[in-house]
C-alpha cells in the first residue's frame, strides 16, 4: 500500500499559531508530514535556519493517531527537496483569497514541471490575517511584545524580545522603513 508523504514548505520565520494549524490539519491527511524550513531571498531572515528547526521541533508534538511530522532544513528549489524525500505532494495552507491566487499558480506550476500534486487546507479562522511579516513589524514597531501570544506560542515571543534587545537588523530595517 502506498504511503502518502506530505511535505510543507516554508519559511517560518518566525512559525505562527496559523503554521501549527496547519501541521495539524495536514497530519490528518497523509502518512507523513516533512515541516520543510527554506529561505525566501525576498524576505529578511530574522532567525537563522537552525534557530527555525530547533523553533519548529520544539513546538510541535508527538500526537498519537496522527501521522508523525519531521522537521528538516532545505535549501534549492521545493520540489527537488519534495523529490528527495519521496513526497506525494506539497501541503500549503490558505488564509484568504489573495494567498488562493498566488498558491494556485504556484500549485500549476510544480504540477507542470515536477508532477507534484498540492493540497491546501484552509487555515483556521483566527488565523486569517497573521502572517510572519506582520508578527515581524509587531516585534520591531510594538511596545509590549505579550499581543502577540494569541498569534505565536509563547517560546517565539520570547525569542522575538531577545531579538529585538539586541537590535537584530532585520527588526531596525523594519523600525527605519516606518520612520521615512
Known amino acids: 500500500m502506498a504511503r502518502h508523504l506530505a511535505v510543507f514548505p516554508g519559511s517560518f520565520d518566525p512559525i505562527t499559531f496559523g503554521h501549527l494549524d496547519v501541521i495539524e490539519r495536514g497530519r490528518a491527511l497523509f502518512d507523513e508530514l516533512v515541516v520543510a524550513i527554506g529561505r525566501n531571498p525576498s524576505k529578511d531572515e530574522l532567525f537563522t535556519t537552525a534557530e527555525r528547526v530547533e523553533m519548529a521541533r520544539a513546538l510541535i508534538p508527538e500526537r498519537a493517531g496522527l501521522a508523525p511530522v519531521r522537521v528538516e532544513a532545505y535549501t534549492g528549489l521545493t520540489v ?14 490558505i488564509r484568504n483569497l489573495s494567498d488562493l491566487q498566488s498558491e494556485v499558480q504556484q500549485a500549476l ?69 516606518e520612520e521615512e
Open 109 to 177: 506550476t510544480n504540477r507542470e514541471i515536477a508532477g507534484l500534486e498540492t493540497a491546501f487546507v484552509v487555515a483556521g479562522q483566527s488565523f486569517a490575517y497573521t502572517s510572519s511579516s506582520l508578527i515581524k513589524q509587531l516585534a520591531a514597531l510594538g511596545r509590549d511584545l505579550t499581543v502577540l501570544e494569541s498569534m505565536v506560542p509563547r517560546l517565539v515571543v520570547e525569542r522575538l524580545r531577545t531579538k529585538r534587545e539586541e537590535g537584530h537588523p532585520a527588526l531596525e530595517r523594519i523600525r527605519q522603513m
Open 80 to 93: 527537488d527537496f519534495a523529490r528527495s524525500v519521496g513526497a506525494t505532494a506539497l501541503l500549503r495552507g
